[in-house]
């Protein structure tokens, strides 16, 4: 069956950073794209980043260029969103997001304090 389990979210302060991490399981992980997406209350959801299936194309959303970082790791089955100088609009809660498969992760929130 297969997963995808993020993890790293929590309350950081502004200007502060975070790193999550997105475990999966259960598929050929290093054969799809991965992209990160956020859903603050209201809003829809937004794509955050996406890398491609062995990290050679990376892309960061405008509202967050210059403060991503995404990465992977194929032999952990692991994909990472390190966000830096947060700001209280990126409150929301983070995804993951199998892009060649079509699976979902639970998400984790991540909140900014201002």
């Known amino acids: 069956q297969a997963q995808l389990v993020e993890s790293g979210g929590g309350l950081v302060q502004f200007g502060g950073s975070l790193r999550l991490s997105c475990a999966a399981s259960?598929?050929?992980?290093?054969?799809?794209?991965m992209s990160w997406y956020r859903q603050a209350p209201g809003k829809e959801r937004e794509l955050v980043a996406h890398?491609?299936?062995?990290?050679?194309?990376?892309y960061c959303g405008d509202s967050v260029k210059g403060r991503c970082v995404i990465s992977r790791d194929n032999a952990k089955n692991t994909v990472y969103l390190q966000m830096n100088s947060l700001k209280p609009e990126d409150t929301a809660v983070y995804y993951c997001?199998?892009?060649?498969?079509?699976?979902w992760g639970q998400g984790t929130q991540v909140t900014v304090s201002s």
């Open positions: 259960g598929f050929t992980f290093s054969s799809s794209a």
């Open positions: 997001h199998a892009v060649g498969y079509g699976y």
């Open positions: 890398i491609s299936t062995a990290g050679g194309s990376i």
